[in-house]
Every structure is written in C-alpha cells, then in structure tokens.
C-alpha cells in the first residue's frame, strides 16, 4: 500500500495544477476577459514580456497568461519576477505579508541508463518521464532592498496631492503604511496598510479618505484598540469593522479639514442589515470610530506636545476615574 501511495502522488499533483490553471482560465473567459489580451491602457506597466529579473530570461507558456494577470490585476509597475532566495542574494528581501505568483516549470526525467547510452551515442537522450512543478515568484515591486538596475525606485509622488498635514500625521503613527498596487486594505496578520498612488484617484482628495479608513482599521489591533477583526468578508463582524473605520476616517478628516466624497455605495448593504437588526449597533460603532479617531489624532505633533506641557493630575487635584462611587459611574 505504501509502495502505491508514494508513485501515486505526482500524478495527483499533476492533475491538481492541470485544473487549478485550467480553473483560473475559465473564470477569465467566463468574466469576459480574454487572458492573452491584456487591457495594458489601464495598467501601470507598459506592455512587454515577464521574464526574470535575474537572468533576464523570458517565462514561457501559461506563465506568461499567469504573470500578465498578476501584472495587471496587482498594479505591478514591472514585467520582472524573481525568487524569494534570488531576492535575498541580491541584498533584497521580499517584503512582509506580500504573497508571491505561483507559477510551473515543466521537465523529463529520463533514466540513468538511456542517458548514458545517448552520452554513448552521440546523441539526445530519448524518451523520459514528464513532470510538472510549481513554485513562487515575486514581482520586484513587492521587494526592498535590490539594485536599481533590478528595480528602479517608483516614480516620486506629484507635489502637493498628499496634503501635509495629512502626510505628518500618517508619518507620526509609525504604521507600515505602503503606497502602490490597485487595492486598498490592512493585514492584521503582517499589521501593514496598503493604499494605491493618490494619482491613481479619479480626484486625489479621496485618497485621504481610504488612507484613514484603512488607517482606522489599523487602530484595532491587538496591540492596540484590540477590536475584533476576524470577521471573514460578507460576515456582520467584517460588516461593523468597517463600520467603524469608515466613521473613524470622516471623522479624522474633518479633525484636519479634508473634505472627500462620500464613499461608494459598496458596503451600505450591510451597513443598513446590522443597524436595522440592533437599534444599538450604530452606537457601539460610532463610539468605537471615535476612539479610533483618537488614537489616530493622539499622533499630531501639536497634540503630543501639548500633551507633555500637561501638569502631573496628582499636583492639581485632578481626580482618579477609579475613585469614583459606583453611584457616579452608573450616572455616567
């Protein structure tokens, strides 16, 4: 049994990339998208061939349909892909939380005694077994530290599209905030935030509104406001987490008057469903928003200073919250 199990198993595995390529490509056609003619107008890349970063080699076959959607799709900058360990020893890294392409090679294997024989002869070794392997490639746009003549630094920001009070309050936060790519989002799991180009906008002030709103995410970490973000997309607990942030985002640009659009209707589905469900829900939202708002706010280098000229509370008086009669806090 064991012996059957193990010459069973690159079949199988075969089998699985066979369908999960052949999957992937049917979802593209069945969306209309024909994956061999990419839409390079709305791109970030230019059109050209993925090919390594490296060796400067071509990708050939499927890879090229994998890599080109991943170009697009991602907001990749690059045509260029390289290996996790390429990256490294080039003095790069990937960066944390980036998720690379899988892509496949495929390869004969062909027995000791016919290429010998071929050596023999003179000639190519005949015959063989074929197998299929995948393994992950990165694009350069999702590296740190490689040369330049790798991967040239993205183009400067216009002047002026990020406000700077905006960019010295973002800056005083600490957070890995990450400027690029096509989606906007926080990782919890790598605790990173990632916003496209303000110059990817329609009108570059709406920028700011998706900066603090993901930014707002950010605030309930574990670490730090400890709310609950484990809600899968489409659940209520995803559906009040955004909530929470979309409110904290308003609420932090008008903090430093910035005027955005109202957001998209993307989310006001189930915004309605978990208000209308829990009269009290909207509450619990806009207090948890403004603690977010807050945490954000604290950041501002005239707050933090003015927060250090306070006097010590024990020399004025100032009364400890816990000292308070239980009459007190309920009245509160």
């Known amino acids: 049994m064991a012996y059957h199990a193990r010459h069973q198993g690159p079949p199988l595995e075969r089998a699985n990339l066979y369908q999960q390529i052949t999957d992937r490509i049917i979802a593209e056609l069945e969306a209309g998208r024909v994956p061999w003619v990419q839409p390079w107008g709305t791109a970030n890349a230019a059109i050209g061939m993925p090919h390594n970063a490296v060796s400067d080699r071509r990708y050939s076959g499927i890879n090229i349909l994998t890599l080109w959607n991943a170009v697009v799709s991602r907001g990749f900058t690059s045509h260029g892909f390289l290996t996790f360990r390429q990256a490294v020893v080039l003095g790069g890294t990937v960066r944390r939380g980036e998720h690379g392409v899988p892509i496949i090679y495929t390869r004969r294997y062909v027995p ?3 290429q ?15 197998f299929l392997k995948h393994f992950t490639v990165f694009s350069v746009d999702q590296c740190d530290g490689l040369p330049e003549h790798i991967a040239p630094p993205p183009r400067p920001i216009p002047e002026g599209l990020i406000l700077p009070r905006a960019e010295v309050l973002i800056a005083a936060t600490g957070a890995d905030f990450r400027i690029g790519g096509v989606s906007a989002f926080y990782s919890p799991t790598h605790d990173y935030v990632a916003v496209p180009r303000p110059d990817d906008f329609h009108d570059p002030v709406n ?4 900066a603090f709103h993901e930014l707002g995410h950010w605030t309930g970490h574990r670490h ?4 609950d973000q484990s809600g ?3 659940s209520k607990s995803y559906g009040r ?3 929470v942030a979309e409110m904290a985002g308003a609420f932090v640009c008008a903090a430093l008057g910035i005027v955005p659009s109202v957001r998209h209707a993307d989310y006001i589905g ?8 829990d009269n ?5 939202a806009a207090s948890a928003a403004s603690k977010a708002a807050d945490y954000l706010l604290a950041f501002q280098p005239e707050t933090v200073a003015a927060a250090n000229d306070l006097p010590n509370d024990e020399d004025h008086g100032i009364a400890d919250p816990e000292s308070e009669t239980m009459e007190g806090r309920i009245a509160a």
């Open 224 to 227: 730090r406001l400890d709310r």
């Open 232 to 234: 899968s997309f489409g």
């Open 116 to 130: 010998q024989r071929a050596d023999t002869e003179g000639r190519e070794a005949t015959g063989g077994i074929p």
């Open 112 to 114: 000791r005694i016919e």
């Open 270 to 277: 189930s915004w309605l469903a978990i208000i209308r469900e």
């Open 207 to 210: 920028w700011h509104r998706t």
């Open 280 to 284: 009290r829900a909207i509450l619990r």
């Open 241 to 243: 987490e955004e909530l």
